[in-house]
């Protein structure tokens, strides 16, 4: 990627030579030591208040690298031709994060990891946390510095932090209605974004499912088929977790109350590894919008806790509330990260002039 270029500065507002960084006059914050903007204590305490949510622990999945993609493809090979001809290298600036929606915030962590991947000398503050709740016209955080590296990252910054935010708000919607039952994504997640959109799941309240083919052996039904029957693929698993000296969760897929049943027996009459049945596409929909939730509770009462139970199939926030209350212990949802819609947030170095226009078009 090419270098991004370090920051005669004109006298415009919100922009000033790096000897001269001056602090908005619209802006709540104070300016504090080293000329940098410090935070109302309100809002310091706001964004310590929840603990940063770690993201997934993935052997070989490498973040600065996605990052690193990200910004390249961004850059091409001549880097942001619009900064280099409209901005001068030691123009300084600062940018107001703006919450143009309701929902859950996500993406902040990632997010001081771009910044500090195009420019360390940027400086960021965060008025809110990961996981926390935004309302449209928001200020939730600032980035100050070179202008041109704010300017490089923001969209990376955006592209990121929306998706994130988009699948944190459904995931909150749907893991509040689903109580006691929780709610994980499943591997539907965009390519090269796996290990993103599930730190997204976990900031949201959701649980994550397996990470990838490695860490979870999930006997689905095209294993099924090829094996022979149910009882065959349980059997060839836990010959191949012994031999192999592994030990791994295990889950088999069901379609019908049979396969429950000769999952049971199996289970019965052999020492597994098995750990979770999952009772797929037992929530059957009905003409009039609602759902039939009569097979998932008979597969429920017949496992009787002997294993973890997952409920998947016709999941929306419609069905959730009713799915949880037939006791399954976990809900698995694709649509939480291949169905997102993108939570609409802003970066704005003229904070005034955008929400004027935010609440022109009822998004402030």
Same mark, same amino acid.
């Given at each position: 990627m ?6 005669? =500065? ?8 790096r000897?001269?960084?001056?602090p908005?006059s619209s802006s %709540?914050l104070?300016?504090?030591?080293a000329?940098?903007l ?6 310091l ?10 993201p997934?622990a993935?052997?070989?999945y490498d ?7 990200a910004?390249?493809?961004d850059a ?9 001809a409209t !901005? %001068?290298?030691?123009v300084?600036?600062?940018?107001t994060f ?5 929902g859950? #915030?996500?993406? #902040?962590?990632?997010? $001081?990891? !771009? ?7 940027l400086?960021?503050e965060w008025f809110?946390?990961?996981g ?6 928001l200020?939730f955080?600032k ?9 490089v990252?923001?969209?990376?910054v955006?592209?990121f932090m929306q998706?994130?935010?988009?699948i ?5 919607a749907?893991?509040?209605a ?6 994980l994504?499943?591997?539907?997640? =965009? %390519?090269?974004l ?13 649980k994550?499912h397996?990470l990838g ?5 999930m006997i ?9 029957? !149910?009882? +065959?693929a349980?059997r060839?698993? $836990?010959e ?6 592994l ?5 088999v897929?069901t379609?019908? #109350?049979?396969?429950?049943? $000769? ?6 009459? +052999?020492?597994?590894?098995l ?6 596409n ?9 759902v ?14 002997r294993f ?6 016709n999941?929306?926030i ?5 799915i949880?209350e037939?006791?399954?212990t ?13 939570l609409d947030?802003?970066l704005? !170095?003229?904070t005034?002039? =955008? ?6 078009t009822?998004?402030?």
């Amino acid at each position: 990627m090419p270098a991004i270029p370090t920051a005669p =500065a004109h006298a415009r507002p919100l922009l000033v030579a790096r000897r001269h960084r001056l602090p908005v006059s619209s802006s %709540p914050l104070l300016t504090g030591r080293a000329g940098l903007l410090a935070r109302p204590r309100a809002a310091l305490m706001s964004a310590q208040a929840r603990p940063p949510v770690a993201p997934p622990a993935h052997p070989t999945y490498d973040l600065k690298a996605v990052i690193a993609l990200a910004l390249a493809e961004d850059a091409g090979d001549r880097g942001d031709v619009s900064c280099l001809a409209t !901005i %001068p290298s030691d123009v300084e600036a600062e940018a107001t994060f703006i919450a143009k929606a309701n929902g859950v #915030i996500a993406g #902040i962590s990632l997010a $001081d990891m !771009i910044f500090n991947q195009v420019d360390p000398s940027l400086k960021v503050e965060w008025f809110e946390a990961d996981g926390n709740y935004v309302h449209k016209g928001l200020q939730f955080g600032k980035v100050y510095g070179c202008a041109r590296s704010i300017i490089v990252a923001e969209r990376v910054v955006l592209n990121f932090m929306q998706r994130m935010s988009g699948i944190a708000t459904l995931t909150k919607a749907m893991s509040d209605a689903a109580r006691p039952a929780c709610i994980l994504e499943t591997r539907k997640t =965009a %390519p090269g974004l796996r290990l993103v959109d599930k730190w997204a799941v976990l900031i949201g309240g959701g649980k994550n499912h397996r990470l990838g083919l490695f860490d979870m052996v999930m006997i689905k039904d095209n294993h099924i088929s090829v094996a022979g029957g !149910i009882a +065959n693929a349980l059997r060839s698993v $836990d010959e191949f977790l012994e031999k192999e000296k592994l030990t791994l969760p295990v889950e088999v897929e069901t379609r019908t #109350i049979e396969e429950v049943k $000769d999952v049971l027996k199996y289970a019965a009459e +052999n020492r597994t590894s098995l750990t979770r049945i999952m009772l797929d596409n037992m929530v059957v929909p009905l003409s009039n919008g609602d759902v039939d939730v009569s097979m998932l509770k008979e597969a429920v009462h017949l496992i009787n806790g002997r294993f973890e139970t997952e409920a998947s199939g016709n999941v929306t926030i419609d069905t959730v509330k009713k799915i949880g209350e037939t006791g399954v212990t976990f809900i698995s949802s694709g649509a939480l990260t291949h169905s997102v819609k993108a939570l609409d947030i802003s970066l704005k !170095i003229d904070t005034e002039l =955008a929400l004027q226009v935010g609440r022109r078009t009822n998004r402030a």
